[in-house]
């Protein structure tokens, strides 16, 4: 691969950093590593998605034929870059941007992508990922919840757990069997639902961030109109597969990990604590884990670029970027000495308690979009060719 830009590349990464610099006020950036706290900044997101949305950015990738600008892999890898680079905030309707709306895209009927692409993109219509249940998560096609048939409607009950932004989604993309004679990855539906409507109940859970965002959703007659089936009620399936499928392609990148390499040096002189030599290797460490996970990214670039599709090494990336994100956050938190046993909140807490905040979100970072347990499997059985545990 040649790693230079093209001049059609840097001519299109100055067009974006431009319309970042105008678009983008100064007080929305980065408040540091720990970024931005859901709970504290839901009006600043929704905001920022109304801006990319107009500003025609969040269909980057999209062929043109369905709207979108047809971005190569290299122009969407920039557009990431300067995103992190600028310390934008994230937007309030990430999961319908990222998974749903590539995924009706291809797969929605034309009432859907009339009714939903448009107002998901703007942020006028938030929705949240009702997939997970208490008993089935990793083994996600252990779910229960059921979708029947009365008086022409679907009628949902059962339980879903985890599913952020819940409690201020209008709207969920949620999985639920019709059929339970059948086997356990045949016989699910996904189903559009309207958070709003009396047969459902959302809680919030308190993580030890202090913070709620993401929810337990109770469904006990909720109903759906045959109109917000996504594919085929038996297609559920394969549409969750597809929308995985988009989850793998964006959610790490190297610009924010160096970001944070380079504040935690910072913050290790700051601290005074380069003298220890331990904490001198734990950084370097950090620095040397970054730029491999570049160097990994341009690896996956080069191949996209190809027109290969990723293959099961996107559960490297996953397995990497979040490992190594925890140790990043665990040796911030250590040099801070005794301070960095300190809850955020505290007003004696170091850079207003963001690495506290960061160190306990990156917890969960091994946990969804595939556990670093499920990763491993996938590695040693698809890419090692290793037999397959019991
Ligand atoms: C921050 C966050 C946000 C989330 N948002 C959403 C959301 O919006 N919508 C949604 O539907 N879900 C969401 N999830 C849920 C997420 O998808 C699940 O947590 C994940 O799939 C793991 O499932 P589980 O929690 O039930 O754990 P389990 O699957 O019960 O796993 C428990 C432990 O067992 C291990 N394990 C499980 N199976 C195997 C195996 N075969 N081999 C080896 N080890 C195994 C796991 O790695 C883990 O350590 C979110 C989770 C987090 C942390």
């Given at each position: 691969?040649?790693?230079?830009?093209?001049?059609?590349?840097?001519?299109?990464?100055?067009?974006?950093?431009?319309?970042?610099?105008?678009?983008?006020?100064?007080?929305?950036?980065?408040?540091?590593?720990?970024?931005?706290?859901?709970?504290?900044?839901?009006?600043?997101?929704?905001?920022?998605?109304?801006?990319?949305?107009?500003?025609?950015?969040?269909?980057?990738?999209?062929?043109?034929?369905?709207?979108?600008?047809?971005?190569?892999?290299?122009?969407?890898?920039?557009?990431?870059?300067?995103?992190?680079?600028?310390?934008?905030?994230?937007?309030?309707?990430?999961?319908?941007?990222?998974?749903?709306?590539?995924?009706?895209?291809?797969?929605?009927?034309?009432?859907?992508?009339?009714?939903?692409?448009?107002?998901?993109?703007?942020?006028?219509?938030?929705?949240?990922?009702?997939?997970?249940?208490?008993?089935?998560?990793?083994?996600?096609?252990?779910?229960?919840?059921?979708a029947?048939?009365?008086?022409?409607k679907w009628v949902l009950?059962?339980?879903?757990?985890?599913?952020?932004?819940?409690?201020?989604?209008?709207?969920?993309?949620?999985?639920?069997?019709?059929?339970?004679?059948?086997?356990?990855?045949?016989?699910?539906?996904?189903f559009?639902?309207?958070?709003?409507?009396?047969?459902?109940?959302?809680?919030?859970?308190?993580?030890?961030?202090?913070?709620?965002?993401?929810?337990?959703?109770?469904?006990?007659?909720?109903?759906v109109?045959?109109?917000?089936?996504?594919?085929?009620?038996?297609?559920?399936?394969?549409?969750?597969?597809?929308?995985?499928?988009?989850?793998?392609?964006?959610?790490?990148?190297?610009?924010?990990?160096?970001?944070?390499?380079?504040?935690?040096?910072?913050?290790?002189?700051?601290?005074?604590?380069?003298?220890?030599?331990?904490?001198?290797?734990?950084?370097?460490?950090?620095?040397?884990?970054?730029?491999?996970?570049?160097?990994?990214?341009?690896?996956?670039?080069?191949?996209?670029?190809?027109?290969?599709?990723?293959?099961?090494?996107?559960?490297?990336?996953?397995?990497?970027?979040?490992?190594?994100?925890?140790?990043?956050?665990?040796?911030?938190?250590?040099?801070?000495?005794?301070?960095?046993?300190?809850?955020?909140?505290?007003?004696?807490?170091?850079?207003?308690?963001?690495?506290?905040?960061?160190?306990?979100?990156?917890?969960?970072?091994?946990?969804?979009?595939?556990?670093?347990?499920?990763?491993?499997?996938?590695?040693?059985?698809?890419?090692?060719?290793?037999?397959?545990?019991?």
């Amino acid at each position: 691969m040649d790693l230079r830009n093209s001049p059609e590349e840097e001519a299109f990464r100055a067009e974006f950093r431009a319309w970042l610099d105008a678009n983008l006020p100064p007080d929305w950036q980065h408040r540091g590593v720990g970024g931005y706290r859901e709970e504290e900044d839901e009006e600043i997101q929704r905001e920022w998605q109304r801006r990319l949305y107009e500003g025609g950015w969040l269909t980057l990738a999209w062929p043109r034929e369905r709207g979108g600008r047809g971005a190569t892999p290299v122009m969407q890898s920039i557009y990431q870059e300067e995103l992190a680079l600028s310390g934008a905030p994230p937007i309030i309707g990430r999961l319908g941007v990222s998974l749903l709306a590539p995924l009706l895209s291809v797969y929605g009927s034309d009432w859907q992508k009339e009714t939903y692409l448009a107002s998901i993109l703007s942020g006028e219509l938030v929705f949240c990922q009702g997939f997970s249940e208490p008993n089935a998560g990793s083994d996600l096609a252990a779910l229960q919840s059921r979708a029947e048939r009365s008086d022409g409607k679907w009628v949902l009950n059962g339980q879903k757990t985890w599913s952020s932004g819940a409690h201020y989604a209008d709207r969920s993309f949620l999985l639920a069997r019709t059929d339970p004679s059948l086997p356990p990855h045949h016989g699910i539906g996904m189903f559009l639902v309207d958070m709003k409507q009396p047969g459902i109940e959302v809680r919030p859970i308190i993580q030890m961030t202090g913070s709620g965002e993401f929810c337990e959703i109770f469904l006990s007659g909720a109903l759906v109109e045959d109109r917000d089936v996504v594919g085929s009620a038996s297609d559920g399936w394969r549409m969750a597969m597809a929308t995985f499928g988009f989850e793998r392609n964006g959610l790490a990148n190297a610009t924010r990990f160096e970001r944070a390499v380079a504040a935690l040096a910072e913050l290790t002189r700051q601290e005074g604590a380069g003298s220890d030599d331990t904490v001198r290797q734990r950084v370097a460490q950090a620095r040397i884990e970054s730029h491999i996970f570049r160097v990994n990214g341009l690896r996956s670039l080069t191949r996209a670029q190809q027109g290969m599709v990723p293959g099961p090494e996107a559960s490297l990336t996953k397995l990497f970027w979040s490992e190594m994100d925890k140790r990043l956050q665990e040796t911030a938190v250590s040099v801070q000495g005794m301070y960095g046993a300190l809850a955020p909140e505290s007003p004696w807490s170091i850079a207003e308690g963001q690495w506290q905040y960061g160190w306990m979100w990156a917890q969960a970072e091994t946990i969804y979009a595939g556990s670093s347990e499920i990763q491993r499997n996938i590695i040693a059985e698809r890419v090692l060719g290793l037999p397959r545990g019991r």
